[in-house]
Structure formats: structure tokens, C-alpha cells
């Protein structure tokens, strides 16, 4: 596993990616409890924060995990070198894309007599450094003799070019102006939908079988069948992001159908880990239970009448925060000990400073008891997002530590 921290540099800028974007979060906290300066716009820091943490966290971190699996190391092979550019293409465009999305978001930057969607543009650009990243990948395998395809990162793989599919669908209505403001919509939190509830789940699912060194036969259902609930449920889960007043009812169904087809998945998976490798979960456990948490949300959602769970835009966050941060970081972070001497305190320190966000986000939802509600909640918010960029920045001091060991 040292190799996975030796032999590039690549999980340094993802782990810069969290720092930056979490330190972005805790400015957009800060801007309801005091006035920031510069009339920074709240709107365009929020998509600063969300952007590169799904592209210089949740895209990146896990591209490289898989290319770290199939070839470790540096190799001189066309493939190899087709994942590594495209590996690169991911930190930079995002990187260039963050300050865009800072001051402008997605407005257009005069330039001469031009106005140009800088943001817009780089972030088309990670997106080529996904396709180039794949094109590697697929070379590789077709090419590499003794190869051994993964399911759940091959399914990954393929949710994430269909969220792509919808990001360039948004540019495309727009430039051609059809379909009106719902078809916008739609497409945009297709792409949410499918890269949060297909690609992030399946790449973790996948990550948590290598570390737990689970065979097909240890899985209740074929791994081939719940990555097929996952990928077929997670594109139909995109009304959940849309106001309630603009779902259709089939639309209403289709949501709920996905989301219990991606519940199921993931509870099948989750059982298979727990009683095949129940003494041998560790840290894992608590990816896992994050992971258990969004499964049973999600279930509730698909009983529960539309109105608590469209209408309600606290929820939304509370449920995409643990998934991503509870489950996916968390997730992220114990793949990275493997193998490494590393104190689990270090972990641990994480895992609170998780927990204190997950738990704070509460406080915007309906479920938050109305007579200790106040503004208060909003320093609450402020002081615990603060927490995981410093857990995680001392986690990552922790790390260059070994880096420079021989």
C-alpha cells in the first residue's frame, strides 16, 4: 500500500482539494453569521465548494485509487500514460475552474469584446480528463494480458460517463434554448443524481470489496446484479433535486422506484460485508454504517409523501452529506491507511469532526425541535465545518511523514 502513497503525487492535490473546498464551505457557513467583505457572493461560493469537491475529491481521489489497481507504480505503456494525463487533466482544470466559480460561478468573464463561461469551460475540461482517463482504461484492459476486470469499478466507470452525458446536455439546451427551464433542471441533477447515487456509491462499494477481499461467492446476490440495481436506479433518482411543483407524477414514481433499487443494492451489498467479514471490518464499520444510514433514508423517501422529501431543501443537504462526506470521505480516508502504520486516532480525529457536521446539519431540517431553533444554529453550522478541514489537514501532515520515509 506504500506505493499508493509514494509513487505520485496525485492524492496530495486531492487531499488540497478537500482543504480548499472545506475551508470554501466553512466561508459560505460564515457568510450567514457575519458580512464578508468584497461582496462575495454566497451563491457563487457554494458552487465553488460543491465543484471542486466533486472534481478534486469525489472524481479524482477514486480515479487514481483505480489506476493505482491496475497498475501500480509507472509504466511506460500507452494506457498507463492515457490515465495519468487524464489524471492530471482532472486536478488542473479543476483546480483553474475553482476561482471562476468563486467570483463568477457560472456567469460569463468579459474578455475584449467576448464574454466567455470560464467556469463552465474548464469544467467541460475535467470532464475530457475523465473521457481520456477511460480511453486508458479501456486500452489497458483490451491490451494487458493478464488483466483482471473489477465489476464495481467498471460500473463506476460507466456511471460516470453518463453524468457527463447530462452536464454537456445543460450547456447544450441552453445554447439552443429548447425544452424551457425544466429540461435545465432535469439534466442538471440527472448529472447529480447519477454521479452521486451511481458513480460515488459504486467506486466506494468497490473500494470496500478490495479492502475486504470479498469473492463473488461471499455476496448474497451476484456483485454483476447490484451494480445492475445501482446503475439502473441511480439515473431515475434525478426528481428528487427538482422543486415539488414542476413533478410529474411519473417522474414522482421513477424517483422513488430508484431509489429503492439503489437502497437494495446497497443493503445487499452491506449484509454480504457484515456477515461474511464481520471480525475483520475494523474502521470499516463506520464507512459502513454511513453507508446503511443513506440506504435507509432513502427507503423512507420512497414511502414517504413527496412533499417531506422534495420540498424540504435541508434534508437534501443533511442526506447528500452522508452519503459524501459520512460515507464516501470516511471511505476515502481508511483505503488510504491500509497498510500503513498509521494510529487509528487519526481516523477517529476525523470521524468526530464528521460526525459534528453531519449532526449540526440537523439543525436545518424539520426534524430539529422548533422551540430550540434560532440563529444560533448558524454559528453551530460555522464552527463545526471547520472541524474535518482540520482533521483532515493533520491527517494529510501525517502522510507526507511517510512519504519522505525510504
Same mark, same amino acid.
Given at each position: 500500500?506504500?506505493?499508493? #502513497? ?22 459560505? /457557513? ?6 464578508? +467583505? ?32 491496475? $497498475? +501500480?507504480? @509507472? ?30 460561478? @457560472?456567469?460569463?468573464? +468579459? ?9 463552465? #469551460? ?21 491490451? *494487458? ?27 447544450? $439546451? ?50 454483476? %446484479? ?50 461474511? /467479514? !464481520? /471480525? !475483520? ?14 440506504? =435507509? ?5 420512497? $414511502? ?17 452529506? %452522508? ?20 494510529? !487509528? ?23 430539529? +425541535?422548533?422551540?430550540?431553533?434560532? %440563529?444560533?444554529? @448558524? ?12 482533521? =483532515?489537514?493533520?491527517?494529510?501532515? *501525517?502522510?507526507? !511523514? ?5
Amino acid at each position: 500500500m506504500k506505493a499508493l #502513497i509514494k509513487d505520485s503525487k496525485i492524492w496530495q492535490w486531492a487531499m488540497f482539494s478537500f482543504v480548499l473546498a472545506g475551508l470554501t464551505g466553512f466561508l459560505y /457557513r460564515l457568510g450567514f453569521v457575519v458580512h464578508l +467583505p468584497f461582496e462575495i457572493n454566497l451563491e457563487n461560493v457554494r458552487h465553488a465548494h460543491s465543484h471542486l469537491m466533486f472534481f478534486g475529491w469525489a472524481s479524482l481521489l477514486p480515479l487514481y485509487f483505480i489506476k493505482m489497481h491496475i $497498475v +501500480p507504480g @509507472y509504466h511506460a505503456s500507452i494506457g498507463t500514460k492515457l490515465m495519468r494525463t487524464g489524471l492530471w487533466s482532472v486536478v488542473f482544470f479543476g483546480l483553474l475552474s475553482f476561482p471562476f466559480f468563486m467570483i463568477w460561478g @457560472y456567469q460569463s468573464v +468579459p474578455v475584449g469584446s467576448a464574454y466567455l463561461p470560464f467556469s463552465v #469551460i474548464f469544467s467541460g475540461m475535467v470532464m475530457i480528463g475523465w473521457y481520456i482517463f477511460m480511453a486508458g482504461y479501456c486500452y489497458t484492459r483490451y491490451r *494487458k494480458s493478464n488483466f483482471t476486470s473489477n465489476i464495481w469499478f467498471e460500473g463506476a466507470l460507466v456511471m460516470l460517463f453518463v453524468s457527463s452525458l447530462g452536464a454537456w446536455g445543460v450547456g447544450a $439546451v441552453e445554447m439552443m434554448d429548447i425544452g424551457g427551464p425544466l429540461f435545465g433542471k432535469a439534466l442538471t441533477h440527472f448529472f447529480l443524481a447519477t454521479f452521486v447515487e451511481g458513480w460515488v456509491v459504486l467506486v466506494l462499494l468497490g473500494l470496500i470489496a478490495k479492502a475486504l477481499e470479498l469473492e463473488e461467492e461471499d455476496f448474497l446476490v451476484s456483485p454483476l %446484479v447490484l451494480v445492475g440495481l445501482i446503475a439502473i436506479g441511480s439515473p431515475l433518482t434525478f426528481p428528487y433535486g427538482i422543486t415539488e411543483s414542476m413533478v410529474s407524477l411519473n417522474l414522482s414514481v421513477a424517483a422513488r422506484m430508484g431509489g429503492v433499487l439503489v437502497a437494495e443494492g446497497v443493503l445487499l451489498f452491506l449484509l454480504s460485508a457484515i456477515k461474511t /467479514r !464481520k /471480525r !475483520k471490518l475494523g474502521i470499516w464499520i463506520w464507512p459502513l454504517l454511513f453507508l446503511g444510514m443513506k440506504a =435507509i433514508m432513502q427507503l423512507i423517501a420512497a $414511502v414517504s409523501p413527496a412533499g417531506l422529501w422534495l420540498s424540504e431543501h435541508g434534508i437534501r443537504i443533511f442526506y447528500l452529506h %452522508v452519503l459524501l462526506l459520512g460515507a464516501f470521505s470516511t471511505g476515502v480516508i481508511v483505503y488510504l491507511m491500509e497498510g500503513l502504520k498509521i494510529t !487509528k486516532g487519526y481516523f477517529y480525529g476525523i470521524l468526530i469532526s464528521v460526525g459534528a457536521v453531519i449532526f449540526t446539519l440537523t439543525m436545518l431540517t424539520s426534524f430539529w +425541535p422548533a422551540a430550540i431553533t434560532g %440563529v444560533w444554529i @448558524y454559528t453551530a453550522l460555522t464552527i463545526a465545518a471547520i472541524f474535518p478541514v482540520l482533521a =483532515i489537514s493533520i491527517f494529510w501532515g *501525517k502522510m507526507n !511523514k511517510l512519504v519522505k520515509k525510504p
